[in-house]
C-alpha cells in the first residue's frame, strides 16, 4: 500500500539561517527556530508556573496575522557532543587522578547514552510568515536576484527582531533563547526524518550538509509506508500520529508535564498555533448569537438564554482584547522499530492526554488522514492546507497546553564537571561565567545532614575542576580533604591553625598596600565581634566607637614607630 495525496510534503532551502519555503516569491513561506532552554519548572512554586504562564500568553499574544508559531517538543539519549568536548578536556590534565575521575565518568555517561537510558527533552520555537513582496516577471535576472537579495536581508532583519522579542518576554526567569543557523535547522530536519540516527553515535550530521540541495534533498532519505491496520514505516520504524481531538476540561500551569514527563523516548510533540482574526471571529460569534436569540423568542427556553449570555460575554472578551482566538493543531508522533512496541507508547501515551483533565485524543488509521498529518508537524511548515483535525482555542489555556518544557542541563556546553540530573539527565557545572578575560567566580552553598557526603561531593567536584586552575586553597575543619590534597601533590602539607599553636592570622595587616576606610573597618567590626555584643544598642554603638578611636591609634603608632626608626626613607 502507497500514499496517494494532492497536498504534497513541504520542499525549500537552507538560506542565510532560514527556512525558505516554495520560493523567495509572493506564495512563498520563510520560518526560522530558536532553540529554547526554560528553567526546570518541575518542582516550582505556582507563583512561578503562573508567571511563565503570562509569559507564554504575552507570546501569543506577539504573533501578527501574517505570523504563525509552531512548539516543536522532542526527546532523546544526545549527549554526544557535551561528552565529547568534556572528554577533549580531559586530554589538557596532568593529575593522574583527574584525569582518571573524569575518564570513569565520560565512560559512564557514555556507556548509558549508548543504552539510551539517558533522556533529553528538547524545545524549538519556529516563527513563519508569508512573503508578500511578489518579483515584476518583465525583471531581467540580475534585477531578479537584487530582489531577491534585498527580501533576504529584510527577512533576516526582523526575525533578528523576532529574537530580541523572545528574550524580552521570556528573560524574565532566566530563559535562554538561541536562535538557530542553517545547521542547526538541517540538524533538526535531518533527525526529524530519519529516527535511526538517534542510535547512531558514530556519525556526525553535520558533515553530509549541502547548503545548495533542497531539505528533502539533504533529509528525505527514506519514503514512508502505509500499514494496512494503523500508521506507516519509515527509516526502519512503526510510526503513529495521535492528535488532540477535545481540550481539558480545565487547565492549569504544569498540566502538559504528564505527557512531556514519561519516561519514554522516541515520541515528538508538534503545536502548531494560527492566529485568528478577532473581527471575523467577533462576526461569527454575532450570527451565533442572533440564531440562537431567534429560538429563545420562539421557545422561551431558559438554556438558550445562558447560551445567548455566554456569547454576549465571548463577543465582550474579544472586543476589548481579553481574549485571543487561534487554530491549533496538537499532533504527537510516536515510533519504534516494532509493532508491539509502538502499541506500548502509544498506550502510555493515550492514558497521559486522558489524565488531563478528561481533554481527549483522536488516533490515525486511515493512511490519507496519516500523511496529511504528518505533513503538517515537518519543522517550521505552518501553511499546511489541512485544517481538519484543528482545534479552536483561547489563549488562557492554550499557554497552559504548550509544550514548553525542556531538560535542565546548566551549562553543559562549557561545562568544567558533570553530575547526574534528577530525570536521568546530565547536568553541567561552571565555577567561573563570562566572556573570555572578563570571568566573575560563581558562589556555591552545599548542604546536607552530617554523614550525607558534602566532602565526598566537594572532593569530586575540585578532582574534575582542577585542570583549570594553578593552585587550590582549602579551608576548612577536620581535614577532610587531606586524601585529595596528596592526590595533587603527594608532599602536600596542611596548614593547621589552633588557639595554642604557633601559627595566627594578623587581621590588622594589610598585606604591604596602603590602609583604607574599608580595611579600618573590617578589623573595626572583627574585633568588636571578638569582645562581644550588647543587647544595649547605645552600649554597643559605643564599644564600636571605643574599638574604632584605639584601633586608628594603633595604625598611627605604628606609622610613627616606622618613620622613627626609618628616618632616611623618609627624607627620601
Not at 504573533?63 to 557535551?82: I, K, M, P
Not at 529574537?163 to 530563559?175: A, D, S, Y
Not at 547548503?211 to 528533502?216: A, K, L, M, N
Not at 454576549?312 to 493543531?329: S, Y
Request: with cysteine; proline share 3%.
Amino acid at each position: 500500500m502507497s500514499f496517494a495525496f494532492t497536498e504534497q510534503p513541504a520542499n525549500g532551502y537552507f538560506i542565510r539561517d532560514l527556512l525558505v519555503f516554495e520560493g523567495l516569491n509572493a506564495g512563498g513561506f520563510v520560518a526560522k527556530g530558536f532553540v529554547v532552554h526554560p528553567p526546570d519548572f518541575n518542582n516550582s512554586q505556582i507563583s512561578e508556573l503562573n508567571q511563565f504562564q503570562d509569559q507564554l500568553s504575552v507570546l501569543l499574544a506577539s504573533l501578527s496575522d501574517n505570523q504563525r508559531l509552531q512548539v516543536q517538543w522532542f526527546c532523546d539519549s544526545n549527549y554526544q557532543h557535551e561528552l565529547l568536548r568534556y572528554q577533549a578536556e580531559t586530554e589538557r590534565a596532568t593529575n593522574l587522578w583527574t584525569r582518571r575521575a573524569r575518564n570513569e565518568r565520560f565512560a559512564r555517561y557514555w556507556s548509558m547514552m549508548t543504552n539510551r537510558q539517558l533522556r533529553r527533552q528538547r524545545l524549538i520555537f519556529y516563527i513563519s510568515r508569508a512573503i508578500d513582496k511578489p518579483v515584476s516577471a518583465a525583471e531581467t535576472r540580475h534585477g531578479k536576484t537584487r530582489h531577491y537579495e534585498y527580501v533576504l536581508d529584510q527577512l533576516q532583519q526582523e526575525f533578528a527582531q523576532v529574537h530580541e522579542t523572545l528574550n524580552g518576554i521570556f528573560g524574565v526567569q532566566g530563559t535562554r533563547i538561541v536562535a538557530m543557523t542553517d545547521v542547526d535547522h538541517y540538524r533538526h530536519y535531518k533527525t526529524f526524518l530519519n529516527p535511526s540516527l538517534a542510535e547512531r553515535f558514530d556519525y556526525d550530521i553535520a558533515e553530509s550538509f549541502d547548503p545548495e540541495s533542497s531539505i528533502q534533498e539533504n533529509c528525505w532519505h527514506s519514503e514512508a509506508a502505509a500499514q494496512e491496520d494503523f500508521g506507516f514505516f519509515m527509516d526502519g520504524h512503526y510510526h503513529s500520529i495521535i492528535v488532540l481531538s477535545r481540550w481539558p476540561r480545565m487547565t492549569f500551569p504544569g498540566i502538559i508535564h504528564r505527557l512531556t514527563n514519561l519516561r519514554l523516548l522516541d515520541y515528538a510533540i508538534t503545536v502548531n498555533v494560527d492566529p485568528l482574526t478577532v473581527r471575523k471571529e467577533i462576526r461569527k460569534e454575532e450570527k451565533a448569537h442572533d440564531r440562537v436569540a431567534g429560538d429563545y423568542a420562539s421557545e422561551k427556553k431558559l438554556s438558550l438564554l445562558t447560551v445567548m449570555q455566554k456569547k454576549e460575554r465571548k463577543i465582550a472578551a474579544l472586543m476589548q482584547g481579553h481574549t485571543l482566538p487561534f487554530n491549533v493543531l496538537f499532533a504527537i508522533r510516536v515510533w519504534d522499530r516494532s509493532k508491539a512496541g509502538l502499541i506500548g507508547k502509544a498506550t502510555a501515551i493515550k492514558n497521559a492526554v486522558n489524565s488531563m483533565n478528561s481533554a481527549q485524543y483522536f488516533e490515525s488509521n486511515l493512511p490519507s488522514t496519516t500523511r496529511k498529518l504528518f505533513l503538517q508537524t515537518w519543522p517550521g511548515w505552518t501553511w499546511g492546507r489541512y485544517h481538519h483535525r484543528k482545534l479552536y482555542a483561547e489563549h488562557r489555556y492554550l499557554a497552559d497546553m504548550l509544550p514548553v518544557n525542556a531538560t535542565f542541563t546548566g551549562h553543559l556546553e562549557t561545562a568544567e564537571a558533570i553530575y547526574d540530573g534528577g530525570a536521568a539527565n546530565i547536568v553541567g557545572i561552571k565555577t567561573f561565567a563570562g566572556a573570555s578575560g572578563e570571568q566573575t567566580p560563581q558562589h556555591a552553598v552545599l548542604l546536607g545532614m552530617s554523614g550525607a557526603g558534602k566532602s565526598v561531593t566537594m572532593c569530586d567536584l575540585l578532582t574534575q575542576t582542577e585542570l583549570y586552575y594553578d593552585y587550590t586553597v582549602l579551608i576548612e575543619e577536620g581535614l577532610s580533604y587531606g586524601i585529595y590534597t596528596q592526590t595533587v601533590d603527594p608532599s602536600a602539607q596542611p596548614i593547621i591553625i589552633q588557639p595554642d599553636g604557633s601559627l595566627t592570622i594578623n587581621y590588622l595587616d594589610t598585606g604591604g598596600l596602603p590602609l583604607n576606610p574599608l580595611h579600618l573597618s573590617a578589623a573595626t567590626s572583627l574585633a568588636a565581634r571578638m569582645a562581644g555584643t550588647s543587647q544595649d544598642e547605645e552600649k554597643q554603638v559605643l564599644r564600636q566607637a571605643l574599638i574604632s578611636k584605639y584601633t586608628n591609634q594603633l595604625y598611627e603608632d605604628a606609622y610613627q614607630d616606622w618613620c622613627n626608626r626609618h628616618p632616611a626613607q623618609l627624607m627620601s
